[in-house]
Structures are given as structure tokens and as C-alpha cells.
């Protein structure tokens, strides 16, 4: 696995692509569209097959679980 990561391309609020680092802290980003300052973080990798727990349009529970 890479130690680098990808730069952000698009902004989580307005999808526009002219980002920005900024000074404020590492990681984060100026979207010079909406001005909206934002950082995205990788918290970790999940051991749970996510599309084995997937939760359908509408449901309040994921399938095969039972309430």
C-alpha cells in the first residue's frame, strides 16, 4: 500500500475543482467557489465486507438483521 495520498478533486459541498491548501492546518482546503474551508481524513480500513452489510434504500436495519 502507498505511504501518499491523492489530492483532493472536488469539493464535498459544491463539487467544484478549484481547491486550495491552506495554512489553517495540514490536510486542509479552501473551495474558492462556496469559500468553505474543509480537511478529509482516512480514520482506518474496515475488516467488515461492507457490501455483505449493506443497508437498502429505505431500511432502517442492514439485511439479514434482525429488529
Do not use: N
Not at 479552501?30 to 431500511?59: E, M, Q
Amino acid at each position: 500500500m502507498s505511504e501518499t495520498h491523492s489530492a483532493i478533486l472536488h469539493c464535498p459541498y459544491c463539487a467544484e475543482e478549484d481547491l486550495r491548501p491552506t495554512e489553517d492546518s495540514h490536510g486542509s482546503w479552501l473551495c474558492t467557489s462556496c469559500r468553505r474551508v474543509f480537511a478529509v481524513r482516512l480514520i482506518g480500513i474496515s475488516p467488515v465486507d461492507t457490501k455483505a452489510h449493506a443497508v437498502p434504500a429505505g431500511s432502517a436495519t442492514p439485511q439479514g438483521s434482525s429488529s
